[in-house]
């Protein structure tokens, strides 16, 4: 079975500072996909950032980073120059290959603060 | 950009009453998903569809069934609301190919009196 960790509840990181966010998985399957998702106090869930397993290199997109470590299965969400507008609460999950569903980890709340 | 659309963002039911949440995806996804979020619990997945008329369930199906009878469109039915199903609920579509992201609706607060 898979499972998601993600170890920080809560995180304060100073605004323009980077941050990040762990997430280890477990999994027994070999070809399998690693999502981040960004939470605001609104509610609604945004996509940020992918890696499969197999891509050799580390996925990034804009100020967020993923720091993909197979051998550790970790998969760390790194924020670059965090703004206000990052406060909220981010989600890692993860689907593999014979899934049609995924499964995420408990989340982690991130404060900027100024 | 994807749109997945949720009928209501917040609705009050009584309970005992027979509550459908509705939920669109504009992308033509083969798969939708209908989450529950609650504080400290985190996100459960309550059921999902893999096609037009097909089904499986999630970690909490109790008390619910969802219906799919055209590819856009996923609805979640509470047969008779209770007090305990009071919550966040979450609408998602996705490709079926397994380096897809879900997409989500903007939620829908969900209020059982």
């Known amino acids: 079975a898979q499972k998601i960790t993600q170890t920080q509840p809560g995180m304060f990181v100073q605004e323009k500072e980077a941050v990040t966010l762990d997430c280890t998985y477990d999994t027994s399957d070999q070809s399998y996909g690693l999502f981040w998702y960004k939470q605001p106090s609104s509610g609604e869930m945004i996509f940020l950032i992918y890696q499969g397993s197999y891509d050799e290199q580390n996925a990034t997109e804009g100020r967020y980073s993923l720091n993909f470590q197979k051998a550790r299965k970790s998969a760390n969400l790194v924020i670059s120059a965090s703004q206000l507008g990052d406060s909220a609460m981010y989600f890692c999950?993860?689907?593999?290959?014979?899934?049609?569903?995924?499964?995420f980890g408990d989340g982690t709340t991130l404060t900027v603060k100024p | 950009d994807v749109k997945v659309t949720q009928s209501s963002r917040y609705l009050v039911k009584r309970t005992g009453e027979k509550v459908f949440l509705e939920c669109v995806q504009d992308?033509?996804?083969?798969?939708m998903f209908w989450y529950r979020q609650d504080p400290g619990l985190g996100l459960r997945l309550i059921y999902f569809?893999?096609?037009?008329?097909?089904?499986e369930k999630g970690d909490i199906p109790e008390g619910y069934s969802v219906s799919r009878e055209k590819k856009e469109r996923f609805s979640l039915i509470l047969e008779s609301a209770s007090t305990n199903q009071t919550s966040m609920y979450l609408c998602a579509s996705s490709w079926i190919r397994f380096f897809s992201a879900q997409h989500f609706g903007d939620g829908t607060r969900l209020s059982i009196l």
């Open positions: 999950a993860m689907r593999d290959q014979g899934a049609g569903k995924s499964t």
């Open positions: 569809s893999y096609d037009v008329k097909m089904k």
């Open positions: 992308m033509d996804h083969e798969n």
